[in-house]
């Protein structure tokens, strides 16, 4: 089954990447306003990694909407519950693992500046997701070889150039590494 969904998400990822569906925007840090945060919501630490950084972008004065998946029909662990959370879990999708309509509502409505998927490992939902939001700059980790982000960090190669004694890699380590990077980009859109 989860060969047929990836397949399934492949297609419709080079299809959506032919036609005028998503045009990319490079946007700086200060020019978004609005996020789409998605994350593996199975493990209890990254859980409160996630409370951290949504906690940081609102102080940012950042809009937060964020979409936690789990790989297990029920939470095993306790949440730590914010504003605008979704936790999508195995009967919120299809045979696929494709999102039902209803998890699609949620971002239906919206319009976000950035879609910023924090997901260290390959989540069908939330490719789906990544890939039918409206988000102006999708970022995220590279997991696939199709075409789901603008923006994307290769922790292989972080993990390659970094010495043991080094920083561990964790959400908080990589969120910081997408905002150095958000906040030295320089628009083409700027005003001179």
């Known amino acids: 089954m989860k060969l047929l969904s990836r397949k399934k998400i492949k297609n419709a990822a080079i299809k959506l990447s032919d036609s005028d569906f998503h045009e990319p925007k490079f946007l700086n840090y200060s020019d978004i306003h609005s996020i789409l945060l998605l994350f593996e919501a199975d493990d209890a630490e990254k859980n409160l990694q996630v409370k951290k950084i949504v906690h940081l972008l609102k102080a940012d004065g950042k809009k937060v909407t964020a979409i936690g998946c789990l790989r297990s029909k ?3 662990t306790e949440f730590p519950i914010f504003e605008n959370l979704t936790i999508v879990d195995k009967s919120m999708t299809d045979f696929f693992e494709k999102p039902r309509h209803s998890v699609f509502k949620i971002i239906d409505g919206n319009k976000f500046d950035a879609l910023l998927d924090l997901s ?6 939330l490719q789906y997701i990544s890939l039918y939001s409206n988000a102006l700059l999708k970022i995220g980790i590279k997991k696939t070889s ?3 982000y603008d923006f994307i960090l290769d922790i292989d190669s972080i993990l390659a150039s970094l010495k043991a004694e080094q920083l561990p890699i964790d959400l908080i380590y990589i969120f910081n590494q997408i905002i150095f990077y958000l906040k030295n ?5 700027e005003k001179a």
């Open 120 to 125: 260290l490992n390959e989540s069908i939902p």
């Open 185 to 189: 980009i320089q628009s083409c859109d």
């Open 146 to 148: 199709f075409p789901l």
């Open 74 to 76: 029920k939470l095993k």
